[in-house]
């Protein structure tokens, strides 16, 4: 048995070696081979990953649920010996990760801050972000608004951050075109921090551990009940 971590994929490789990070450090954790893939734009893909019929734990390193979690990822594991996560958002871990952020950005706690997220016209991914911005409410201590990249489940950036005042924590695992976007709208929305993405944060490798360790478990069960 395998840990695969998927991504959704960027074209920056900055971005995409976070996958990698996560995937050993959890590998490692867990005492298992491990191996980071992509849904799109990098490889290797989750598809050829899986090709080989090794049995395999996904943990996908998606945020919020939508069409990869519903549509692509099950699709790629069909038929395969695979257990299949759901979306690894939103997770009080993910919150505690953000706290150490925007600490690490200079914010202060109890400060106004801003979740960003890139957005879905999806209900449960909609759901997710409203989820994940109440689960920074309580972990940083202070007022928490909702914004998105893409205007799409929240508003966008400019109608929500506010001037001189509001910190602004990215929802994004990894840097890249979205992460670029967030830093360059809340800078010119006149943000007064602008947190790093979460990252292959230590809170992030242990809700994959625990992830993983879950399918694991749910898995070995399956089997028991069949034997």
């Not at 959890?26 to 989750?46: D, I, N």
């Not at 690894?88 to 950005?105: E, H, T």
């Not at 998105?148 to 509001?166: C, E, K, M, Y």
């Not at 070995?220 to 009940?225: F, I, L, T, Y």
Request: charged residues 15%; contains cysteine.
């Amino acid at each position: 048995m395998r840990l695969v971590v998927v991504a959704h994929g960027t074209r920056q490789l900055l971005g995409n070696a976070v996958a990698s990070i996560i995937a050993k450090r959890a590998g490692r954790v867990l005492g298992m081979e491990s191996k980071a893939a992509y849904v799109e734009l990098c490889e290797p893909l989750l598809t050829d990953v899986l090709a080989d019929g090794q049995p395999s734990v996904v943990v996908p390193l998606l945020l919020s649920t939508g069409y990869h979690i519903k549509v692509d990822l099950p699709q790629a594991a069909e038929g395969l010996p695979v257990a299949m996560g759901r979306a690894l958002g939103p997770d009080p871990l993910l919150a505690s990760a953000q706290v150490s952020r925007l600490v690490a950005a200079g914010a202060v706690p109890g400060q106004p801050v801003v979740l960003v997220a890139a957005g879905s016209n999806d209900p449960s991914a909609r759901a997710d972000i409203a989820a994940a911005g109440q689960m920074l409410e309580k972990a940083w201590g202070g007022p928490v608004r909702v914004a998105t990249v893409s205007g799409s489940g929240a508003p966008p950036i400019d109608q929500v951050v506010r001037p001189g005042g509001d910190a602004v924590s990215p929802y994004l695992l990894a840097p890249g075109f979205f992460s670029d976007l967030v830093r360059s709208r809340s800078s010119a929305a006149g943000a007064e921090t602008v947190a790093d993405v979460i990252g292959p944060h230590p809170d992030v490798i242990e809700l994959v551990v625990r992830r993983a360790a879950a399918l694991l478990a749910a898995d070995g069960r399956e089997e028991a009940q069949v034997g």
